[in-house]
């Protein structure tokens, strides 16, 4: 079975990561991926998407509400171009109104899925929505990283429906997994050795809230002058936060990583890991460094499904200050939980790829009318 993953562009972001993560995981003998994206370029994960036997087709144009009728032609083109795929799983919210009706027109299975809770209110977040709202009418499955993510673009009808699944943004939890020893061998390797190294990973964007990060760090290295920031991803917002990093006197200790394909090392070398979004649908990410055994800090924007083990992630208002996330990171140092024992917890929480993959399996299985084998529940 091929299954068409509709998508902007295949590079290093969180739902990309997680596609990623599952295509790895799954049984490609039986659930292939192709991707059809919306980007002429070269992506980070096209090479790999070849290695594992899927294609990547950029047949698509950007969509900008204005080439409405183009970017219709375009996906029916597509689509009879194309019988092979099963079913279609869509990814970007605002052209799914087009792309997701006409699958169905073509016969084939739809699926929505909800990557991340409403952005604050904005031009282009109230288009977004009004753009989004009939998918909750036009689609055969609908998939959320958590159900505030699925509430907010599907809403409460469709969550609490049958046809509605959360699909946990499950990690390979054996390649984050790491005690201490390790953990010191890595920051010795990096030369961070005498270094307290605070960790960030995400796109440099609106809603991850740098500045905010910034201005609390400053306020932490004056307690901890050994402290260094290390902020892993890119985006268009970068020379911005270098500049307030400038501003602010922290810019000597500030790392900007940009993207790597081995976060996994980076996980390890942190001594803990902040993260004050302004909402997330999940933050994949955060779990990634609770499986490496980092203390971490999150906003309440992020949902509470994000902690693995309240006694090694905790939650904080974004409306408490810098100051006060800067005590709260002083804090998070000292804590009781064995780095260790991070793999463990995630894995309990049910976020090990493994299980998730095998889940989307038969879940795909099942919605394109295939006989299966019973499935546990409807979560993943």
Same mark, same amino acid.
């Given at each position: 079975?091929?299954?068409?993953?509709?998508?902007?562009?295949?590079?290093?972001?969180?739902?990309?990561?997680?596609?990623?993560?599952?295509?790895?995981?799954?049984?490609?003998?039986?659930?292939?991926?192709?991707?059809?994206?919306?980007?002429?370029?070269?992506?980070?994960?096209?090479?790999?998407?070849?290695?594992?036997?899927?294609?990547?087709?950029?047949?698509?144009?950007?969509?900008?509400?204005?080439?409405?009728?183009?970017?219709?032609?375009?996906?029916?083109?597509?689509?009879?171009?194309?019988?092979?795929?099963?079913?279609?799983?869509?990814?970007?919210?605002?052209?799914?109104?087009?792309?997701?009706?006409?699958?169905? /027109?073509?016969?084939?299975?739809?699926?929505?899925?909800?990557?991340?809770?409403?952005?604050?209110?904005?031009?282009?977040?109230?288009?977004?929505?009004?753009?989004?709202?009939?998918?909750?009418?036009?689609?055969? !499955?609908?998939?959320?990283?958590?159900?505030?993510? !699925?509430?907010?673009?599907?809403?409460?009808?469709?969550?609490? !429906?049958?046809?509605?699944?959360?699909?946990?943004?499950?990690?390979?939890?054996?390649?984050?997994?790491?005690?201490?020893?390790?953990?010191?061998?890595?920051?010795?390797?990096?030369?961070?050795?005498?270094?307290?190294?605070?960790?960030?990973?995400?796109?440099?964007?609106?809603?991850?809230?740098?500045?905010?990060?910034?201005?609390?760090?400053?306020?932490?290295?004056?307690?901890?002058?050994?402290?260094?920031?290390?902020?892993?991803?890119?985006?268009?917002?970068?020379?911005?936060?270098?500049?307030?990093?400038?501003?602010?006197?922290?810019?000597?200790?500030?790392?900007?990583?940009?993207?790597?394909?081995?976060?996994?090392?980076?996980?390890?070398?942190?001594?803990?890991?902040?993260?004050?979004?302004?909402?997330?649908?999940?933050?994949?990410?955060?779990?990634?460094?609770?499986?490496?055994?980092?203390?971490?800090?999150?906003?309440?924007?992020?949902?509470?499904?994000?902690?693995?083990?309240?006694?090694?992630?905790? /939650?904080?208002?974004?409306?408490?200050?810098?100051?006060?996330?800067?005590?709260?990171?002083?804090?998070?140092?000292?804590?009781?939980?064995? /780095?260790?024992? !991070?793999?463990?917890?995630?894995?309990?929480?049910?976020?090990?790829?493994?299980?998730?993959?095998?889940?989307?399996?038969?879940?795909?299985?099942?919605?394109?009318?295939?006989?299966?084998?019973?499935?546990?529940?409807? /979560?993943?």
């Amino acid at each position: 079975m091929r299954v068409l993953q509709v998508i902007g562009a295949m590079d290093r972001g969180g739902a990309e990561t997680m596609i990623m993560n599952l295509y790895r995981a799954i049984d490609r003998d039986r659930i292939q991926f192709d991707f059809l994206v919306h980007e002429q370029r070269a992506c980070d994960y096209d090479e790999e998407i070849a290695d594992l036997g899927g294609s990547v087709f950029r047949e698509l144009p950007r969509f900008t509400v204005a080439n409405a009728l183009a970017y219709r032609k375009a996906c029916r083109g597509f689509l009879g171009r194309h019988p092979e795929h099963a079913i279609v799983h869509g990814h970007i919210g605002s052209s799914a109104l087009i792309y997701l009706p006409e699958a169905r /027109r073509a016969g084939r299975v739809s699926i929505a899925h909800s990557h991340a809770r409403h952005f604050p209110l904005s031009p282009t977040e109230i288009l977004f929505r009004a753009l989004s709202f009939p998918v909750r009418f036009q689609a055969d !499955g609908f998939l959320a990283c958590s159900l505030e993510a !699925g509430i907010d673009r599907f809403g409460r009808a469709v969550v609490e !429906g049958d046809r509605f699944s959360v699909l946990r943004n499950a990690i390979d939890v054996a390649a984050f997994q790491c005690d201490e020893r390790g953990h010191a061998a890595v920051k010795d390797e990096l030369g961070w050795a005498d270094r307290v190294v605070v960790g960030h990973v995400g796109r440099f964007d609106p809603v991850k809230n740098h500045r905010f990060l910034i201005e609390a760090f400053a306020r932490f290295r004056r307690r901890v002058p050994e402290a260094l920031l290390v902020l892993v991803g890119r985006g268009a917002l970068e020379d911005e936060v270098r500049a307030h990093a400038l501003q602010s006197g922290c810019a000597d200790d500030v790392v900007f990583w940009g993207v790597t394909d081995d976060v996994a090392r980076l996980q390890k070398a942190f001594d803990l890991f902040v993260f004050p979004s302004l909402s997330e649908g999940l933050a994949m990410s955060a779990i990634e460094a609770q499986a490496a055994g980092v203390p971490a800090l999150l906003s309440t924007g992020v949902p509470e499904l994000s902690v693995m083990d309240g006694r090694i992630a905790t /939650r904080l208002d974004l409306s408490q200050g810098p100051q006060a996330w800067a005590d709260a990171m002083v804090c998070a140092l000292d804590h009781p939980f064995e /780095r260790a024992s !991070g793999a463990q917890a995630v894995c309990a929480a049910g976020f090990d790829i493994a299980r998730t993959a095998a889940w989307l399996e038969g879940y795909y299985r099942r919605l394109a009318g295939e006989s299966m084998e019973p499935m546990e529940g409807g /979560r993943a």
